[in-house]
């Protein structure tokens, strides 16, 4: 099946760490992101993950995917007050067509306590 | 690079009326473009994929008659919500991939929210 669940709120102290945390079901997926979505705007890709990949470090930005227990994170170093938004993982599963679509999680709303 | 833009942004129309929604890939060419909808709080959910030149894909339970999709370019999908009602007010949110870059990355729109009064 095609499920995607993450925790719906997080707060953090400005300058902490911030991790999110996502699960997935479709053991399929190919590509695993993150994406970002401020108040009334479209989303923003922040870092992407291959599947065959444990790890990724992009500056702030620390992805951990463990594909046996299908569980994603995100780790957001020395959380600012810019990072309040709503994150989004997402999966890129290939469909019986050919093509790849995406599966989007619930979203988590980090709220940065400064 | 990779701008994916939407027209309007923001649309009021009444209730039975019809209101289409533009997507533009602005400085490249977008083979696929996908549709999603957004409910407040919610998460995206996908309405259909639509291949240029060809007929969209439309996911379990969207609406084929009352969602018209046309991707008559390589730059331009519309989506047309025909005969509007409350319940269809919401975000709905575009996306383009690339046809010469990474073949699975998708770039998405600012979105548009539409309320059906």
């Known amino acids: 099946g095609e499920d995607v669940e993450q925790s719906l709120f997080l707060s953090v102290r400005e300058g902490d760490s911030s991790v999110i945390n996502c699960t997935y079901t479709?053991?399929?997926?190919?590509?695993l992101y993150w994406y970002k979505q401020e108040p009334g705007a479209g989303l923003q890709l922040l870092t992407y993950i291959f599947s065959n990949m444990d790890m990724k470090q992009d500056q702030r930005l620390t992805v951990l995917l463990n594909k046996k227990d299908k569980h994603l994170s995100l780790r957001i170093a020395d959380t600012q007050t810019g990072d309040s938004a709503i994150y989004f993982c997402a999966e890129s599963i290939l469909t019986t067509s050919g093509t790849y679509k995406y599966i989007f999680g619930t979203g988590t709303r980090l709220k940065d306590l400064a | 690079g990779a701008v994916v833009s939407q027209h309007p942004s923001r649309v009021i129309c009444k209730s039975g009326t019809s209101v289409k929604i533009e997507c533009r890939s602005l400085?490249?060419?977008?083979?696929?473009m996908f549709w999603y909808r957004q409910f407040p709080k919610q998460s995206l959910m996908l309405m259909a994929t639509s291949n240029e030149g060809s007929k969209a894909t439309y996911e379990q339970g969207v609406e084929k008659d009352k969602f018209l999709i046309n991707h008559a370019s390589l730059t331009l999908s519309t989506l047309t919500v025909t005969s509007a009602h409350p319940e269809d007010s919401s975000f709905y949110i575009c996306?383009?991939?690339?046809?010469?870059?990474?073949?699975?990355?998708?770039?998405f729109g600012p979105g548009t929210r539409l309320t059906v009064t």
């Open positions: 996306s383009a991939r690339a046809s010469d870059r990474v073949f699975h990355e998708q770039y």
């Open positions: 479709d053991s399929s997926s190919t590509y």
């Open positions: 400085d490249f060419q977008a083979t696929t």
